[in-house]
């Protein structure tokens, strides 16, 4: 049980990470402006924490990729 609630912990953090890289890409495609880049910084950062903490846990088997509701919410 410990371990599927891992794997689930670990599924939204991947799926937190795609959704914010496609974030990012959408607004260097349209960068204009100097609040872009603060969000820019700030997604980077919250990103590089995310896989700061997955890179703590043991490879699992990845699981087929579906972008889930929490990506979504991210």
């Known amino acids: 049980m410990n371990n599927e609630k891992e794997i689930q912990t670990l ?3 991947v799926n ?7 974030k990012i890409n959408k607004i260097l495609a349209r960068m204009t402006t ?6 820019l ?12 903490s997955l890179r703590s846990h043991p490879p ?5 990729m579906r972008q889930s509701q929490e ?3 991210c």
């Open 11 to 13: 599924k939204n953090q």
């Open 16 to 22: 937190c990470l795609v959704y914010q890289l496609l």
């Open 34 to 39: 100097q609040l872009e880049l603060q969000e």
């Open 41 to 52: 910084r700030q997604l980077i950062a919250e990103n590089l924490r995310i896989l700061e």
């Open 60 to 64: 699992h088997p990845a699981p087929p």
């Open 71 to 73: 990506a979504k919410n």
